[in-house]
C-alpha cells in the first residue's frame, strides 16, 4: 500500500476515444503531480496542482486535460490521443508546506495503449 | 538547464556490492534523491541526502556526496535478486516542487 492509488491499471483505447485516469492520495499531502514514463524520455512532469490549483503545465498538448477537485484527488482526462502518447502515466504527491526535503510519493502508474 | 545523468545499465553477481552512479548540474541542488522502479510498479523512495552531507548509510544502501564534482553514488552491499530494477537519481531545491530526474540505471542482478 503506497499511499498514493491510481485506476485503471491498464486501459486501451482508440484515437477516437474518451477516457479518465484517477489518481487518490491518503496520505493528507497538499500536492499532487502527473507524470508520464515512455522509452524516449524516462520521466517527464506534466502538470503540478497545488492546494488544488495549478501551478505547471510543461507544454503538455490539450488532449489531455488535467482535474483536480480537492487536495486529494486528481484526474488526468484524456481525448482524440495519438499512438505516441502510449506510455506509463504516474501520479504522485508530496507535502510541501514545512517540508523542505518535500519527498514524491509515487502511485503504481496507469498503463495506456493507444490504438 | 538542469540535467541529471545516470549510466543506463549495471549488472552484477548476486552477493557483489553494486554502485550506481549520478551526475548533476545544479549547484543550488539541496536535496538529493534515490528512488527505486520495480517491473510494473511505480518509483519508491530509497534514501535521500542533504547536500551538506558526504555520506549516509541505511543498512545495505551507502550514498556518498561529491559536491564539488556534483557527484552521487548509490552503493548497494550484498546485492540480492530482489534488488534488481531500475534506479532513479532525483535533485531539487529548497521547498521547491521542480524535480529534475535522471534517465535510471536498469540494475541486473545475476545468480
Known amino acids: 500500500e503506497t499511499g498514493v492509488t491510481q485506476t485503471p491499471r491498464h486501459l486501451v483505447m482508440g484515437m477516437t476515444n474518451k477516457k479518465s485516469l484517477k489518481c487518490e492520495q491518503h496520505l493528507g499531502h497538499n500536492a499532487m503531480y502527473w507524470y508520464k514514463q515512455s522509452a524516449k524520455k524516462p520521466l517527464e512532469l506534466m502538470f503540478v496542482?497545488?492546494?488544488?490549483?495549478?501551478?505547471e503545465n510543461n507544454s503538455v498538448p490539450s488532449r489531455f486535460s488535467p482535474e483536480c477537485p480537492n487536495s486529494s484527488h486528481l484526474f488526468l482526462h484524456l481525448h482524440t490521443l495519438q499512438p505516441e502518447d502510449s506510455a506509463l502515466y504516474l501520479c504522485a504527491s508530496s507535502l510541501n508546506k514545512g517540508s523542505p526535503v518535500g519527498e514524491l510519493f509515487f502511485g503504481e502508474g496507469s498503463r495506456l495503449t493507444v490504438l | 538547464g538542469e540535467d541529471v545523468e545516470q549510466s543506463l545499465f549495471l549488472s552484477v553477481r548476486e552477493g557483489d556490492s553494486s554502485v550506481i552512479n549520478c551526475t548533476y548540474t545544479d549547484s543550488s541542488s539541496t536535496y538529493l534523491y534515490w528512488y527505486k522502479q520495480e517491473p510494473g510498479a511505480g518509483l519508491q523512495l530509497l534514501t535521500y541526502?542533504?547536500?551538506?552531507?558526504d555520506m549516509k548509510q541505511d543498512q545495505r544502501l551507502t550514498v556518498l556526496l561529491n559536491k564539488k564534482d556534483k557527484h552521487l553514488s548509490l552503493r548497494i552491499a550484498d546485492t540480492q535478486t530482489g534488488d534488481s530494477a531500475i534506479y532513479f537519481c532525483?535533485?531539487?531545491?529548497?521547498?521547491?516542487?521542480?524535480?529534475?530526474f535522471g534517465p535510471g540505471t536498469r540494475l541486473s542482478v545475476l545468480p
Open positions: 541526502i542533504f547536500s551538506n552531507m
Open positions: 496542482y497545488n492546494f488544488k490549483e495549478q501551478t
Open positions: 532525483a535533485e531539487k531545491g529548497d521547498y521547491g516542487q521542480n524535480f529534475v
